[in-house]
């Protein structure tokens, strides 16, 4: 009778290597797991919450922070305190600023005739960037959407309306995302504004379907901004 081979083998004998394996293995997660002190780690777990970062490039980011402390990390936390202890948004467009009304509203330079809508501050960030605004801003805080809970109550239109309605306001540019919901708050926009004695423009080429503001250059959007149509 021929045995299975399994039957056939031997049985390994148990050594003391078996009983710390488990230990070991167990060393190892803890060890992958964790790199450094919780301080450095709660960096690590804030700075990946931020656009564009993921973990990966949150370790690469702390890592730079860390190596050039007082150069860079150190002035970096006394700035950011600072900001979050003096940050107020603007009583007037809703633009973040240490001071309100804001930096650009208090410009007086700027033309006070035209008021430019965009959803969002980074949109607003990305026109003053083109350059090709001279006019003050109102910043809606989103646009539209049902699904989500988002109705004209949750944006900034009331105050918009009100703001449109002062004699020295002559035109009012919905700057908003070509997407379906920056389109659909325009057009509820521009149905609030009815009863302004205003001109209503949009922003017409150069901008795509689907394009949002903040990721077109400054060419893209100084001929958006020239060639804007009247709605």
Known sequence: MVLPLRARLPARRADAGDAERPARKESIRVMKGRIAG????????????????????????????????????EPLAAAMQEAARNLVACEVCANLDTVSPCTICSDPRRDRSLIVVVEEIGDLWALERAGVVNGLYHVLGGHLSPLDGIGPDQLNIARLVERAHTSEVREVLLALNATVEGQSTAHYVREQLAGADVKVSGLQHGVPVGGELDYLDEGTLAAAIRARRTL
């Open 38 to 73: 919780p301080e450095i780690e709660r960096l690590i777990q804030l700075l990946a919450r931020l656009p564009g970062l993921g973990s990966r490039s949150a370790r690469k980011a702390a890592l730079a922070l860390l190596k050039r402390r007082h150069e860079l990390l």
